[in-house]
């Protein structure tokens, strides 16, 4: 095969347009090809006098010495992941989150049969919980945003891009298509799939998994490990106030970053743990076509995607930064808390991103030298903290405290909304939220919504809505482990965001698969 890279198209052409205008613009006769595909698709949008796509392309020619001008194109090649089976291995899985279904899938492809346990429920019973939270402000502590089949990623944008670069990352982006995701995702230099995609997608997986052998144990607590000669025996779990033991000398630890009682309870059995740098912040609405004026302007004649943006601050007199995170065009904001008294936002979009709002979290970076122990586990302290203070500032009823952008920078209380108004349910009370946070928190937001405006304009008007508080964008917590994997405890695999080793739906993924293949490889 070939590929022709860097192709500008000016137009909105559906692919049958698309290669012929290719094949009168390359001088490539339509008969010659076989077959082709497009590799990745994306927005060149810096001179907003001058928007279009560009594309890059593989076509397969009946007689590529026809057309040897074009650069060679190999058909990307899955990693072998295909190792021995071994029967002997009966791996449990904690965790259905990202991380855990695909070292779910993982174990399937080798032939081996994983149990995985889940605190929350199945995703479809899981949207119902969330869907009355949002309704009536009825918080069920083991079925929300944050647990549950899928993980917190369910309820968000869906984005599949990361920081990292592993040939892992196509496997999950196969995986996801041939389980129901667009089939754009292969080829958008920024996929998502949206929280409507990927509810069916995770049932997808799910019955996948159980029709190749797999179990399920949902609403099932995990509250115990056995170890003896620092070896893993065995698993205890509640169901139904019940408990029940697992055997097994191999667990994939994919808890989640919001499974503090996990936490604690590993730590408590020797696992060696050390508190990691996060974020918190506040979640920050526009109206989403005051962002595509701000990025596109008003020349271009094309059917853009509503617009995101990604924004960094650093202050050089501080050492802080505030950077946008998971930005959700055309989204909501959800409340997204998983304990009593307590709130926490996100943010989440549906496939078509067709909402009247745009949002994005706000975040200052916090270290351990923040916090107010050396515990390992002190993260958590500090953002139970803020969670508490903003359940109180809110009104003690789920409801979030927020304030219009304009009245924060000046430390004023708000009193009515401009031109935004907030997508947060159940809902929401004015507040101060300079009295939320410590000042090295608030000061440093200002300095970046400044900055912001100048980059992104109308980031900074003063009628963009602020809503406390947003303080699960990662794990305040690492789990450490080895190059086989494993923590200090042999069996024991800490996994994805909760580990501290992911922070998204691809990232976790990918350590799903590794950490699947580590529990292959050492019990071989």
Request: with cysteine; glycine share 8%.
């Amino acid at each position: 095969m070939k590929k022709i890279c860097n192709i500008k198209i000016y137009d909105d052409l559906d692919n049958d347009s698309l290669i012929k205008h290719i094949c009168k613009k390359y001088k490539i006769d339509f008969k010659d090809i076989l077959n082709w595909h497009i590799l990745k698709k994306s927005i060149d949008a810096r001179n907003k006098n001058n928007i279009y796509y560009v594309y890059n392309i593989a076509i397969n020619f009946k007689s590529e010495k026809l057309y040897s001008k074009f650069e060679d194109y190999k058909n990307f090649e899955l990693p072998n992941i295909n190792i021995k089976n071994n029967n002997h291995i009966k791996p449990v899985i904690i965790g259905a989150g990202p991380a855990g279904l695909f070292a779910g899938l993982t174990f399937i492809k080798n032939g081996i049969k994983p149990i995985i346990i889940e605190q929350g429920k199945k995703v479809e019973e899981r949207k119902k919980d969330v869907d009355n939270f949002l309704k009536t402000g009825k918080l069920n502590i083991n079925s929300n945003v944050q647990f549950g089949e899928g993980g917190a990623g369910t309820f968000s944008d869906g984005k599949l891009t990361s920081g990292i670069n592993n040939p892992l990352c196509n496997i999950v982006l196969q995986d996801f298509y041939k389980f129901g995701a667009p089939e754009q995702i292969l080829y958008l230099s920024k996929p998502h799939i949206g929280t409507d995609n990927l509810i069916k997608i995770i049932r997808n997986i799910r019955n996948y998994i159980v029709e190749k052998g797999g179990e399920f144990l949902f609403n099932s607590k995990v509250v115990d490990f056995e170890i003896k000669n620092n070896k893993l025996k065995s698993i205890t779990y509640i169901k139904d106030n019940k408990e029940y033991i697992i055997s097994t000398s191999n667990v994939i630890l994919a808890i989640g970053h919001s499974s503090r009682d996990t936490f604690y309870k590993v730590f408590e059995k020797g696992l060696n743990m050390e508190s990691k740098n996060f974020s918190v912040g506040v979640r920050i609405e526009h109206l989403q076509k005051d962002i595509n004026l701000a990025q596109y302007g008003t020349q271009t004649k094309l059917r853009l995607p509503p617009a995101d943006y990604k924004l960094a601050y650093h202050d050089k007199e501080t050492g802080r930064s505030c950077y946008t995170f998971c930005m959700c065009p055309g989204g909501t904001v959800m409340a997204s808390s998983s304990e009593q008294n307590s709130i926490v936002t996100n943010g989440m979009s549906y496939f078509k991103r067709d909402g009247i709002n745009a949002n994005s979290a706000v975040l200052v970076n916090v270290t351990p030298s923040d916090f107010s122990s050396l515990d390992p586990l002190a993260g958590i302290d500090f953002q139970k903290n803020l969670e508490e203070k903003a359940f109180i500032a809110g009104g003690n009823n789920y409801f979030a405290p927020i304030q219009k952008l304009g009245d924060f920078m000046n430390n004023t209380l708000s009193d009515k909304f401009g031109k935004v108004l907030p997508t947060y349910l159940p809902g929401t009370t004015f507040y101060n939220l300079n009295l939320l946070f410590p000042k090295f928190i608030t000061n440093t937001m200002k300095k970046a919504f400044v900055y912001f405006d100048n980059r992104l304009h109308g980031f900074a008007h003063p009628d963009s809505i602020l809503t406390g508080v947003e303080t699960r964008s990662s794990s305040p917590v690492k789990i450490i482990r080895g190059e086989n994997y494993m923590s200090n405890i042999d069996g024991i695999y800490p996994c994805g965001e909760g580990a501290g080793y992911a922070g998204g739906i691809m990232s976790a993924a990918v350590d799903g698969i590794k950490c699947a293949l580590a529990t292959i490889k050492n019990n071989i």
